[in-house]
């Protein structure tokens, strides 16, 4: 079986190799552009696959006694084709390789920003434009699934809400920085609600004639003004005009301008009463082992400074990018995958021919393969890149 | 533009409401969105990255921010009823009533993927208890995991803003491809009525394969609609088309003998039946054709006196009267010359006439249909000497006869093993399952035209919606949602949390090298 695996792997190396020289320039230089790539990562001596380790890789289902000389590689010197460095990973926000990988929130002097998580049909989003900003500051970046208000019928950008992962929801809780923003019963009375509203929408009416009415007289003056240059006596003239303005002006109802909320009003956001709802929220466990193992590579990658979001598309769990996705490409596909499950060559294939073809790095992850020294759990990461023969 | 940051703790309420000022000023908003630059592959700590960033963010928030603003004038009115998950308009409806809504009762109603829809895009404004709905308020009453899922939503959202028509799908409404193929009049598909369907690249019904089956014979129908239908409602139907070519021919066998005109005997009499019930008063008895005649004018054997007579008054409807006929120059106008025939022609007449008058007469002297058919095998047999007896014998027989003519077709069937099947094979026999079902009808934007609620036509195409979380369909849901669909394709539209993919399966059958 061993043996039948490695010669597989090499079969796929062979094949792999025989690639036209501009896809290997493109991937050389996406490799060579991006040295510090591979930070936080556990790098071993390269091999053709691209498949590198320092630790056994379980995750292929192959055995470590096996040395990489099988697959025909000399690991003397580093190829620069990859890229690889074997320094220390860069720091990335402070983070040390020695302890795990802090979760990382905004500084804790100031109490954290409580946001209101609303469910609907049991996903959570966020709708007020504060608490999506937080969310952001924290390095969470949901998806936005609704219309853009001034744009609302195209695709390219939607607006509120924000949904967010489940992952990214746990993170919060977690965080004690959510609480639930569904409509519960009680409040201000309704009639009186209803009261106030139409008072509102008078007062509205009332002042936006007024401003209407200015505005009007602005522009008129304006083009009295313009027309009538020099010594021509238009103060009567105009001010008649102005006058019959007055009296002749009408801004019916119809021509007021409303607004559509997007988020509910009403909500209190002082710290007491949030506090209040925080202390009630149940925090829903998560007794799926596969959805156990997301959240962990989650929080490890979070921790690092990465951002993710999800990758259904890309057939992984989770893009990650080094910085904000507004400015940056994602550089990983980050598939999940438990230690004890084997993986047939055919997947691993798949995978890396997905990756390469968006030109991204997949990304094994599984969480319990690392072991620091406080005895705390790490994730063992595995990257498959394309490198053809050298 | 909103109220923000008013988190002095004097303000109780936070909330992102625009002062009449600023609804004022709204009006002089432009209704443009940036362009998003190129996006950098990685981040080295430069200002000038810093600073795109931190443009980009701007932008982000002040569009994400932005509250949705309208003149009430352009609003239409609608109330939520949550009873019934309907939204009714209370004022007139704009451009949309042309493609969305429906009416009842004479009051105009929304379905709350609609309305929900319409108020994002500052269409329609829905009160609940004489209080506006925040978009939020919207989402957490119209979409429920029962009737509308925000997936469902999110699929509905897509499609409409890229300018598709998107209704409900109703399984009971939707005519069977069996009710199309009789082209039934309430039948609102008038595209899906072409019996003669070409092969297309899109997937089709089983309109080509059962015509195929009708086509063959009867026995093979049988068979098939046994096998294949099992106990549906649809092998009523398709029994009853094998009934009326059976009845006939065993009508015709028991009739033929001593009759000459054998075939029609049976529906004479239903005929006869109808007439009778048509005539006024007399003649209750049946007509008997044997004493009425019916000249053959075009024969020249006969010899026919110049006039007919005026047939029997009660025979006649009505008070019409009849006179003589003459019967002349309505022969000269028949072409009564005999075919001239070649002597080869005319030989292979006698030869035809005497092989036809052999085999009537054997084929009259059998009285059953197993009769009839050993006298064919025994003609058969006859014909076919010297056949390699050995090897037709036994109890395992060629598969074809080498003297018999077969299409290439035909033969490759024959010595295939493995049958090629297609989509709806078998389909109607699963039942419907509960975790996958056909939510929308898509139809095409540029048919917004001549768009009719009440006829809509043939859809594009019906959605699926799904999820990456959950399963992959397998062959089981593919079937029976094509089955559902009918001859349109069935797309799954796959939900990642912000994205949708669209999958769609194709039937497809590999071509067969046959040359006809």
């Known amino acids: ?390 | 533009m909103a109220d923000q940051n008013k988190t002095d703790t004097d303000s109780k309420f936070y909330n992102e409401v625009l002062s009449p000022s600023e609804l004022f000023a709204a009006r002089s908003r432009s209704h443009k969105i940036p362009v998003r630059g190129q996006k950098d592959f990685f981040p080295d700590d430069s200002d000038e990255q810093r600073q795109r960033l931190e443009q980009s963010l701007n932008e982000h928030w002040s569009l994400i921010s932005e509250e949705r603003v309208e003149k009430l004038g352009n609003l239409v009115k609608a109330t939520w009823i949550p009873s019934e998950h309907i939204v009714e308009l209370q004022s007139p409806a704009g451009k949309f009533w042309q493609t969305m809504g429906f009416s009842a009762g004479g009051k105009q109603f929304l379905f709350p993927e609609e309305a929900l829809y319409l108020m994002e895009c500052g269409n329609v404004q829905v009160f609940y208890q004489e209080l506006p709905l925040s978009i939020q308020d919207g989402y957490e009453k119209f979409l429920y995991s029962s009737t509308l899922r925000l997936q469902e939503y999110q699929v509905f959202g897509h499609l409409k803003r890229l300018g598709y028509l998107v209704h409900r799908f109703h399984p009971s409404s939707e005519t069977s491809s069996y009710a199309k193929q009789l082209n039934l009049p309430q039948s609102r598909d008038r595209a899906g009525k072409q019996l003669k369907r070409k092969r297309s690249a899109s997937p089709t019904a089983t309109s080509s394969h059962t015509e195929a089956q009708e086509e063959s014979t009867a026995d093979r129908m049988e068979e098939d609609t046994c096998g294949q239908e099992g106990q549906e409602d649809k092998k009523l139907p398709e029994s009853h088309l094998t009934i009326s070519p059976e009845t006939s021919s065993t009508q015709t066998a028991t009739a033929s003998p001593g009759n000459k005109g054998g075939v029609r005997t049976w529906w004479m009499l239903d005929d006869v039946g109808e007439r009778s019930d048509h005539q006024p008063a007399s003649a209750a008895s049946r007509w008997d054709f044997s004493s009425i005649s019916f000249p053959d004018l075009g024969s020249s054997r006969e010899r026919l006196s110049s006039c007919l007579v005026s047939p029997d008054p009660s025979l006649l409807p009505g008070a019409l009267a009849v006179g003589v006929c003459d019967v002349d120059p309505w022969r000269t106008r028949i072409n009564l010359r005999d075919v001239k025939m070649s002597s080869k022609e005319q030989m292979r007449e006698e030869e035809k006439r005497r092989h036809r008058s052999d085999k009537d007469r054997e084929v009259r002297r059998c009285s059953n249909w197993a009769e009839y058919r050993q006298l064919m095998e025994r003609r058969q047999g006859r014909r076919s000497k010297g056949r390699a007896t050995h090897l037709w014998d036994g109890e395992v027989t060629p598969l074809h006869d080498p003297r018999q003519p077969i299409p290439t077709g035909e033969l490759l069937d024959k010595i295939s093993v493995i049958k090629s099947t297609h989509l709806l094979e078998g389909a109607s026999r699963l039942q419907a399952s509960d975790e996958w079902r056909i939510s929308f009808n898509v139809y095409q934007p540029d048919t917004v035209a001549d768009f009719k609620k009440s006829n809509p036509g043939k859809p594009y195409t019906r959605m699926c919606v799904c999820s990456f979380d959950g399963p992959v369909p397998d062959l089981r849901a593919i079937k029976q949602l094509a089955f559902q669909s009918g001859d349109v394709p069935v797309v799954f539209a796959v939900v990642d949390y912000g994205d949708i993919s669209f999958y769609t399966f194709k039937d497809f059958q590999l071509p067969t090298d046959v040359f006809p």
């Open chain 1, 1 to 390: 079986m061993l043996h039948g695996e490695l010669e597989t792997l090499l079969d796929i190396s062979i094949t792999l190799g025989s690639q036209p020289l501009r896809d290997q320039d493109s991937m050389t230089d996406h490799k060579a552009s991006v040295p510090a790539q591979t930070e936080g990562m556990e790098q071993g001596p390269p091999q053709v696959l691209g498949v590198s380790d320092s630790a056994p890789p379980q995750v292929l289902g192959v055995s470590d006694s096996a040395p990489p000389q099988v697959l025909g590689v000399s690991d003397s010197a580093p190829p620069q084709v990859l890229g690889v460095s074997d320094s220390a990973p860069p720091q990335v926000l402070g983070v040390s390789d020695s302890a795990p990988p802090q979760v990382l929130g905004v500084s804790d002097s100031a109490p954290p920003h409580v946001v209101g998580v609303s469910r609907c049909d049991s996903a959570p989003l966020l709708w007020r434009d504060q608490d999506l900003r937080a969310v952001r500051g924290r390095g969470l970046v949901g998806a936005l699934l609704g219309a853009l208000p001034r744009t609302p019928r195209q695709n390219g950008r939607l607006g509120r809400p924000l949904l967010l992962l489940p992952e990214e929801e746990r993170l919060l809780t977690e965080l004690h920085a959510t609480a639930n923003a569904n409509q519960s019963g009680g409040g201000v009375q309704l009639s009186l609600q209803v009261k106030q509203h139409l008072e509102e929408q008078e007062r509205s009416l009332e002042e936006q004639r007024v401003l209407a009415l200015q505005d009007r007289k602005s522009a008129l003056l304006h083009a009295m003004t313009s027309s009538h240059t020099g010594s021509l006596g238009p103060s009567e003239a105009l001010r008649g005009h102005l006058e019959a303005l007055h009296h002749s002006f009408t801004f019916p109802r119809g021509a007021m301008a409303v607004q559509l909320s997007t988020a509910r009003a009403g909500l209190h956001h002082c710290h007491e009463d949030r506090a209040f709802l925080r202390a009630q929220q149940p925090i829903t466990a998560q007794h799926d082992s596969k959805a156990a193992a997301r959240y962990q590579v989650f929080r490890d990658l979070r921790g690092r400074g990465f951002y993710l979001t999800s990758a259904g598309k890309f057939g992984g769990d989770f893009l990650v990018y080094p910085d904000d996705p507004l400015r940056f490409h994602a550089h990983f596909i980050a598939v999940v995958l438990s230690l004890d499950s084997s993986l047939s060559p055919l997947d691993v294939l798949a995978i890396a021919r997905l990756g390469s073809n968006v030109k991204k790095t997949v990304l094994l992850c599984s969480p319990g393969g690392v072991q620091y020294p406080g005895g705390a759990e790490g994730v063992q990461y595995t990257s498959l890149q394309w490198s053809g023969m050298v």
